[in-house]
Antibody, heavy 120, light 108 residues
Framework: EVQLVESGGGVVRPGESLRLSCAAS????????MHWVRQAPGRSLEWVSG????????GYADSVKGRFTIARDNAKSLVYLQMNSLRVEDSALYYC?????????????WGQGTLVTVSS | EIVLTQSPATLSLSLGERVPLSCRAS???????VAWYQQKPGQAPRLLIY???SRATGIPDRFSGSGSGTDFTLIISRLEPEDFAVYYC?????????FGPGTTVNIK
């Protein structure tokens, strides 16, 4: 069974940093792309970032480009999202997702999310 | 970036009805790179359809997807009680991969 467990969320002030982690299990991790998707309360889904199986191809939403960095450790089956210069509008539930295939594919499996709150 | 528009925003329907949900893109989506998700309150989204028309594992056959270019449709052939939810489309043809604003399907 595919399991994705996010961690690292919390309450921070504007301008601070957080690193989210996603521990994956139940599938061959280095066969799939991975994504981060966020959802603010009462809002639609927003794709944040994604990366290919080997981490060499990445993509970012315009709203986070230059501030967030996605990475993966295939030996440990972990995906990370380093979030710098956080803004109030980054507050959301952050989901880690396993792609259907490579980077350019939908999100087949979803974790339960980790909550990020940015507030002064 | 590709902007997705979903219509209508909200639908109020009865059990057993056929439901077409629309997703329109601001530009052509290559390789039919569109997915549909269902989300219920307090839950993570669930993938229903990928590549515009391929059903994800375990999804009932009353859900089907179609379309190409800029117009895509999710059809629920006969509404069941568990289908009342929010439905989102997503394109992954071009980064940044974008979601539509969602369509809420309510019980009439």
């Amino acid at each position: 069974e595919v399991q994705l467990v996010e961690s690292g969320g919390g309450v921070v002030r504007p301008g601070e940093s957080l690193r989210l982690s996603c521990a994956a299990s139940g599938f061959r991790f280095d066969d799939f792309g991975m994504h981060w998707v966020r959802q603010a309360p009462g809002r639609s889904l927003e794709w944040v970032s994604g990366l290919s199986w080997n981490g060499r191809s990445t993509g970012y939403a315009d709203s986070v480009k230059g501030r967030f960095t996605i990475a993966r450790d295939n030996a440990k089956s972990l995906v990370y999202l380093q979030m710098n210069s956080l803004r109030v509008e980054d507050s959301a539930l952050y989901y880690c997702t396993k792609a259907v295939g490579g980077l350019y594919s939908g999100s087949h499996n979803w974790g339960q999310g980790t909550l990020v709150t940015v507030s002064s | 970036e590709i902007v997705l528009t979903q219509s209508p925003a909200t639908l109020s329907l009865s059990l057993g009805e056929r439901v077409p949900l629309s997703c329109r893109a601001s530009e052509n989506i290559i390789r039919d790179s569109v997915a549909w998700y269902q989300q219920k309150p307090g839950q993570a989204p669930r993938l229903l359809i990928y590549d515009a028309s391929s059903r994800a594992t375990g999804i009932p056959d009353r859900f089907s997807g179609s379309g190409s270019g800029t117009d895509f449709t999710l059809i629920i052939s006969r509404l069941e009680p568990e289908d009342f939810a929010v439905y989102y489309c997503q394109q992954y043809a071009d980064s940044p991969f974008t979601f539509g604003p969602g369509t809420t399907v309510n019980i009439k």
